[in-house]
C-alpha cells in the first residue's frame, strides 16, 4: 500500500527528463526537514488528514489530504486517465515506500519511472527506474546519505544557494562511490541571479548541467 498525497499530469521541469510529458505521483511522508521545502504539506502523516483516492485525484491546490491505495489502483489510473507514459515517483521522500513492484508493474505496461529523493533512504526500484538524488546535507531530520543510493543514482541534482552547497557536493562526490556515467547537475534554490551565477560558473569549471526550474518561471504546477 501507498499513502498518496497527489496524482496528477504535467511537464517535467527539472533535470535530464526537462519537457517530457509526465505523470507526477507525490507520496506522503517525510522525515528529512528541508528548510526550503515547497512540499512540507507531505510531511505528516495525520491519520486525520486521510480520505479517498477520488478526493485526492480531483485536488486543485495543495493540502495535507491523503490517501492509502494499492499499487494496482496507481497503475490502473496511469493506464486509463493520463496520457503521459513518463511517471515521476515524488514527496515528501518516495523512498521511504518499497517502489519495486509498482515501479516494474508501471513498465511493463510501457511506462518509463523515475524517482526523486533525498539519497537518505535506500533505494528499492526495477533496475530500469531512472533515479534522480538531490543530496540533502545537514538537515533538521538529522538523516545522513546512504551509500546505495548515491550508488544507483543517475542523476545527482543538488540545490545550491551558496558556495557552501558546492563544497557540500564536493565532500559527498569523494566520499561516495558513484555510477561512472552519473550526471550531475546544479539547480538554484531560488530564481535569484546570485544563485543562479554561481550555478552557472561551477558547471562551466566542472563540465555539470544546470537545472532550472522550468515550470516555476512558466506558472504551472
Given at each position: 500500500m501507498l499513502k498518496v498525497n497527489e496524482v496528477f499530469e504535467t511537464i517535467q521541469g527539472e533535470g535530464v527528463y526537462t519537457g517530457v510529458p509526465s505523470i507526477f505521483l507525490r507520496l506522503q511522508g517525510c522525515p528529512v526537514g528541508c528548510a526550503w521545502c515547497d512540499t512540507k504539506h507531505t510531511?505528516?502523516?495525520d491519520l486525520e488528514q486521510q480520505t479517498s483516492f477520488e478526493t485526492v485525484k480531483q485536488k486543485q491546490t495543495d493540502g495535507e489530504q491523503w490517501c492509502q491505495v494499492t499499487e494496482e489502483e496507481v497503475v490502473k489510473v496511469c493506464k486509463s486517465?493520463?496520457?503521459?507514459r513518463h511517471v515521476v515517483i515524488t514527496g515528501g521522500e518516495p523512498c521511504m515506500y518499497d517502489l519495486s513492484q509498482l515501479t516494474e508493474t508501471l513498465e511493463s505496461e510501457g511506462f518509463?519511472?523515475?524517482?526523486e529523493t533525498s539519497g537518505t533512504f535506500e533505494v528499492k526500484a526495477s533496475e530500469k527506474t531512472w533515479v534522480t538524488v538531490s543530496p540533502k546535507v545537514g538537515m533538521k531530520g538529522?538523516?545522513?546519505m546512504k551509500a546505495?543510493?548515491?550508488?544507483r543514482a543517475n542523476e545527482i541534482k543538488h540545490p545550491v544557494g551558496t558556495q557552501k552547497d558546492i563544497d557540500n557536493l564536493n565532500d559527498l562526490l569523494s566520499s561516495f562511490t558513484t555510477q561512472e556515467n552519473i550526471v550531475v547537475a546544479l539547480q538554484p534554490i531560488s530564481q535569484k541571479q546570485r544563485a543562479t551565477q554561481l550555478c552557472i560558473d561551477t558547471?562551466?569549471?566542472n563540465n555539470w548541467r544546470l537545472s532550472i526550474q522550468t515550470h516555476k518561471y512558466l506558472s504551472i504546477a
Open positions: 510531511w505528516e502523516i486517465q493520463y496520457m503521459a518509463s519511472c523515475q524517482i538529522g538523516l545522513t546505495q543510493a548515491m550508488l558547471c562551466i569549471q
